[in-house]
Every structure is written in structure tokens, then in C-alpha cells.
């Protein structure tokens, strides 16, 4: 299998011929530590509606909001969530916060992409 690179996160709703618009995705971030500098960077260069950025500490998210360009900023997960209805989650946080968020996401908005998979010790 070849990897072919990604010209367009849109994707068509319905039949091309009915004349339905290509649906841009709404993306939603947590986190606005170091590293999340990188992911909100890339995000910036993408197709995509970044309609939310959340963090405890609310002057980073409104930092990060400003920086890159992102909708709104919030220092509430679950009110991000509900206020901005994304179709894919960045998780930008420690391992062990993962499911949790997971969790949070999939409770409020039933169905969405998330960027990680859980991590759980055993």
C-alpha cells in the first residue's frame, strides 16, 4: 500500500451530483503546554475550523487563540465541547489525562474523532 499525501481534510456529504458542499471539519484542541505549540501550528496550516482551544490556565488558551487563529478559548473542557460541537479532539496532554478526556468528549458529543488512543496503567 503506497501513502498518499493529504490534499484536503473535506469531505463530500451525500451525493457529489445533488449539489451538497464539501464539509469543512471542526476541530476542537486541549491542552496548551510545550508542546502543543507544534500541533496547533500544523493544525494552522490545514483545512479545518479550529473552533475551540481549552486550558486550565485560560491566558494560554487565550494566547493560543490569538496566535493561531482559533475561534474561541476556554479553560472548561466540557463547556468547549458542548459550545463548539467539533468533529475531531487534539488531545494535547499528558498520557495519563487521555482517557478521561476521551471519556468527556464521547459523553457530550456522542460520536468524534479523537487524535489519541487512551493510555490506562495495569
Known amino acids: 500500500m503506497t501513502e498518499q499525501p493529504i490534499t484536503s481534510l473535506t469531505s463530500e456529504s451525500g ?6 458542499k464539501k464539509h469543512t471539519p471542526r476541530i476542537a484542541t486541549v491542552g496548551c503546554g510545550y508542546f502543543s505549540q507544534y500541533h496547533h501550528e500544523a493544525w494552522s ?17 487565550n494566547a493560543f ?29 499528558p498520557p495519563e489525562q487521555h482517557l478521561a478526556h476521551i471519556r468527556l468528549a464521547l459523553e457530550i458529543r456522542g460520536s468524534c474523532d479523537l487524535s489519541k488512543t487512551f493510555y490506562a496503567k495495569h
Do not use: W
Open 65 to 93: 487563540q490569538k496566535e493561531f487563529g482559533v475561534e474561541d478559548a476556554f479553560d472548561n473542557f466540557q463547556e468547549m465541547m458542548r459550545q463548539t460541537q467539533p468533529d475531531l479532539v487534539d488531545i494535547i496532554l
Open 15 to 20: 451525493n457529489p451530483k445533488s449539489g451538497q
Open 45 to 61: 496550516r490545514l483545512p479545518v475550523y479550529h473552533v475551540g482551544v481549552c486550558d486550565h490556565q485560560k491566558p494560554r488558551a
